[in-house]
């Protein structure tokens, strides 16, 4: 499988994964209320489409990413990991 789409069989919609580290996804926990009431909750990932230019491809790209995601392409530098999501497979 390639991308997202195995994650959208896993009952998780592609839109809510982060690209550069598919471990950020939605969660779902069990909330305790003081009388012991057990409700399902779930927390979505905060992410953010943002566009990086990537100058070796001279065009913009448009990630689906979070905030460590972005501070990782800073420290890195966006071709490493457009490298390393390429040799994954995800885009």
């Known amino acids: 499988m390639r ?5 959208t069989q ?4 592609s839109w809510h994964v ?4 598919p471990a950020r996804r ?3 926990a069990i909330t305790f209320s003081h009388a012991n ?8 990932a905060k992410l953010a ?3 990086v230019w ?3 491809e001279r065009r913009w790209v448009r990630l689906r990413i979070t905030n460590a995601a972005l501070r990782t392409i800073d420290k890195v530098g966006i071709d ?3 490298a390393d999501l390429r040799a994954r497979g995800e885009i």
């Open 49 to 51: 489409i943002s566009p």
């Open 18 to 21: 982060c690209v550069k580290s």
């Open 37 to 44: 009431n057990k409700t399902n909750a779930a927390s979505m």
């Open 26 to 28: 939605r969660w779902s």
């Open 80 to 82: 490493v990991v457009l």
């Open 10 to 13: 896993l009952g998780v919609p």
């Open 3 to 7: 991308g997202f789409a195995k994650y």
């Open 54 to 56: 990537v100058e070796s």
